[in-house]
């Protein structure tokens, strides 16, 4: 027994064993000694052989110096401190801040009241209304505003999702894998079942329909009560979007089998390669043409302000859209989500503009536009850059930029560096990516953290960081490493 155990009443052996279980590599040990290493440099140390950490470890596109959307962030401005808006001259002819802003940040304040005060637990409704609009405008099918929930970034979304579909240890959720580790780790946390299915690599990534049919079997057939699958769309940490035909078959099979689709698209507007068919279009069009069949598809669908090119992670705002459920089991999604009383409400403001941006002829369109271009332009460059870099390093493959923010490449590494990390107790990959921290200050996750398949191994890196100065420090690296373990 440890001491503490007899002084306190919690120790590391009595708390919830679902929590000490979950997994999750993007904040882990990795991303810990990074910031132990920034910690460093800030304090003045100069005996690292970097002299900046890289944290290409989390697609938190601001820490790597995106600039916010000026629009968004004058209206939030405003709706924080509405006293400005007596001022509307100064803002006009002193600070620069366009017409629309000033109305759009009155309209936003006479919809929530104040970004103090908690909103309706679903979301402010005007707000909620502005979403079912985007819905409608994307996808060409009517959205009902009664069936958008505001949430605090999609991860609170997955999060009332997945409780209300795992009710024991027992009840098991398709995953993909690679993933992201949100939804294996909030699994672990509900003591419910990760049912894998992998992604195929040497079709980009793509989403295996007799893979998946295989892994539910698998499942089924050991007792295993499968209730949903989780699409990530585009994939994190693939960046591969599905094509309709894709998106179809996964539809077909969950109307077959009785799943409820969870479709997080979060990456909607980072596309590169290809283009974004969201699953409630696809699902939509399949109703009209056979309502019977697909009359009760269950479908939650998931949104956030993090990604793309708004990139205000911070903020923690998104929604999910719920089609077809019993009305009953929405009943308790509403509960679940009054526990938590509301999304932030400055999150929700963000959601709005989001979904409802300057348009063509608008006094801030112009500048939304350049903006926007010009972070889209400069995510694809870098993706392109870090790509071509990966394509001639040694021993490393890697597919096309697709979406997303992120490059996955695989990697074989020499028997002699395979060895050297049994005997640090780590796994090869992550041996690499701990390696590749200390010698650059670049924070990788391994692929490991996502699952991969056996025997294979990689890592994931955003490209979002500016420059390609630490791309050149990867590729130096990488040659060393290769050089020490041949
Ligand atoms: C696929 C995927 N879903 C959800 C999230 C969570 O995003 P949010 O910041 O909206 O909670 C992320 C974050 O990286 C993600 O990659």
Not at 375 to 392: C, D, N, Q, S, V
Not at 454 to 465: C, D, I, K, Q, V
Request: proline share 6%.
């Amino acid at each position: 027994m440890s001491t503490h155990a007899a002084v306190r009443s919690l120790n590391i052996n009595n708390i919830n064993p679902h929590v000490r279980a979950a997994e999750y590599a993007v904040r882990g040990e990795l991303a810990v000694r990074a910031e132990e290493y920034r910690a460093k440099l800030a304090k003045g140390c100069t005996d690292l052989p970097f002299d900046k950490v890289i944290s290409a470890n989390i697609g938190n596109p601001q820490q790597l110096d995106q600039k916010p959307i000026t629009f968004f962030r004058q209206v939030l401005s405003l709706v924080e401190y509405p006293q400005l808006l007596e001022k509307e001259a100064v803002l006009l002819e002193q600070l620069g801040y366009k017409s629309d802003v000033i109305e759009r940040a009155k309209w936003l304040l006479k919809e929530v009241g104040s970004v103090g005060a908690y909103s309706a637990s679903a979301g402010a409704p005007g707000i909620r209304d502005s979403v079912a609009k985007f819905l409608e405008r994307r996808d060409g099918f009517p959205a009902d505003p009664k069936d958008i929930y505001l949430s605090a970034g999609a991860s609170s979304g997955v999060n009332t999702l997945l409780h209300i579909i795992c009710a024991g240890p027992n009840t098991g959720v398709l995953v993909p894998i690679p993933q992201y580790p949100l939804y294996t780790a909030t699994l672990s946390l509900l003591n419910a079942q990760c049912v894998p299915y992998y992604l195929d690599e040497s079709k980009g990534w793509g989403t295996d329909l007799e893979a998946i049919k295989a892994a539910h079997k698998k499942a089924v057939d050991e007792g295993t009560d499968v209730r949903a699958i989780v699409i990530i769309n585009p994939g994190n940490p693939t960046g591969a979007s599905l094509s309709v035909e894709d998106i179809k078959a996964v539809i077909d099979f969950a109307a077959q089998e009785k799943l409820v689709i969870m479709a997080d698209e979060v990456y909607q507007t980072n596309i590169f390669l290809g283009e974004f068919h969201s699953f409630k279009k696809v699902l939509r069009s399949m109703q009209k043409d056979e309502p019977e069949k697909y009359k009760y598809v269950e479908l939650a669908s998931l949104h956030s302000i993090s990604k793309g090119m708004v990139g205000e992670c911070g903020h923690r705002g998104g929604y999910f859209e719920l089609c077809g459920f019993d009305p009953e089991v929405v009943e308790q999604i509403y509960k679940f989500v009054s526990i938590s009383l509301c999304a932030p409400v400055v999150a929700q403001c963000v959601v709005e503009m989001m979904v409802n941006p300057p348009k063509e002829g608008e006094p801030s369109y112009e500048l939304y536009k350049q903006e926007w271009d010009g972070i889209y332009t400069g995510l694809r460059e870098r993706a392109r850059a870090l790509y071509k870099a990966f394509r001639e390093m040694e021993g490393v493959e890697c597919q096309d930029p697709q979406g997303a923010m992120y490059l996955f490449p695989t990697i074989h590494l020499p028997p002699k560096a395979i060895e050297a990390a049994k005997k640090e107790g780590r796994s090869p990959d992550e041996f690499y990516a701990f390696r590749l921290l200390d010698a650059t200050g670049v924070c990788v996750v391994p692929g490991s953290g996502f699952g991969q398949k056996e025997n294979t191994l990689h890592f994931r890196t955003t490209f979002l960081a500016p420059g390609t100065e630490w791309v050149g420090r990867i590729t130096k690296f990488h040659k060393e490493f290769m050089d020490e373990f041949r």
